[in-house]
């Protein structure tokens, strides 16, 4: 009889940390703006942002920021010289701690492992985001590796 309230506490601690865990996440992202800084894309070495207009490494004129909202939404803006150059819609959700699912722009298509270097710089990655813009050109690359590191602003 003990025994099994004991088991059915430790199962209820286990399943409430686990809950806890992806609220913390989900907290930590949907508290503040995040900036884009890397993304890259299969086995290359360059950053994509780097194609993306007026934005080049080390040049403080580009931003491309995500806005995590609490509703499963997504917001990304890219600003070059405090213009938006373009905002675009997405979905993301966390189904599993230290897993996010996102669906942004022509290169988010996927569940990212998170990896927490610092509470404000993660580095997300996913062996099967689906790269949009390969989308006929190359299906061998339409779903591949794909690192994003981003900093909380």
Known sequence: MFRVAGMIVIVGFIVFSFNSCKKITTDQLVNGLWKLDEVYIDTTTSNYLNHLQNYSN??????YKIDFERDDRVVAYYLTY???????????????YNKIYIKLDNFMDGTFDILKPTTKKWD????????KFLDGTN????????????EKI
Request: aromatic share 10%.
């Open 82 to 96: 405090d213009t938006f150059t373009n905002v675009t819609a997405g979905i993301w959700n966390i189904p599993e």
């Open 124 to 131: 997300l990655t996913s062996g099967a985001n689906h790269i």
């Open 58 to 63: 080390g040049n403080n004129c580009c931003l």
């Open 139 to 150: 299906s061998p690359f339409d779903t591949t590796y794909t690192k994003l590191v981003m």
